[in-house]
C-alpha cells in the first residue's frame, strides 16, 4: 500500500493541470484561452514514523501529517526501547 496513510486512508488525488494563456475580461483582456491540459497528482503528506500498536509492538507506518499533528496515536521512545517494554510488561 505505497502512499496510503495507514490510519485516515488517505491516498493521491487526481485531477488536470490547466495552461491558459491570455489576459483576462476582468484585467482588461480579451479573455483567456485554455492552450492544454494534462493530468496530475496530489500526493498526502505522509510521513514514515515508528508507533506502538494495539499488542504493544513497535511498526513503522506511514501516517499523514494532519494524524501526527493531531497525536492520534502513540509514539514509539527513541532509541532502544528494551527498558520501555519490560515496564509496560508489568
Same mark, same amino acid.
Given at each position: 500500500? @505505497?502512499?496510503?496513510?495507514?490510519?485516515? *486512508?488517505?491516498?493521491?488525488?487526481?485531477?488536470?493541470?490547466?495552461?491558459?494563456?491570455?489576459?483576462? %475580461?476582468?484585467?482588461?483582456?480579451? *479573455?483567456?484561452?485554455?492552450? *492544454?491540459?494534462?493530468?496530475?497528482? =496530489?500526493?498526502?503528506?505522509?510521513?514514515?514514523?515508528?508507533?506502538?500498536?494495539?499488542?504493544?509492538?513497535?511498526?513503522?507506518?506511514?501516517?499523514?501529517?494532519?494524524?501526527?499533528?493531531?497525536?492520534?496515536?502513540?509514539?514509539?521512545?527513541? *532509541?532502544?526501547?528494551?527498558? =520501555? %517494554?519490560?515496564? @509496560?510488561?508489568?
Amino acid at each position: 500500500m @505505497a502512499r496510503v496513510c495507514e490510519y485516515s *486512508g488517505k491516498r493521491p488525488q487526481v485531477g488536470n493541470r490547466v495552461v491558459r494563456r491570455g489576459k483576462a %475580461k476582468r484585467e482588461g483582456g480579451i *479573455g483567456q484561452n485554455i492552450t *492544454g491540459i494534462s493530468k496530475r497528482r =496530489w500526493n498526502p503528506n505522509l510521513q514514515v514514523i515508528r508507533v506502538v500498536d494495539e499488542n504493544g509492538r513497535v511498526r513503522r507506518v506511514k501516517v499523514c501529517a494532519r494524524y501526527i499533528k493531531a497525536g492520534k496515536f502513540v509514539k514509539a521512545p527513541r *532509541g532502544s526501547h528494551a527498558a =520501555w %517494554k519490560a515496564s @509496560a510488561g508489568k
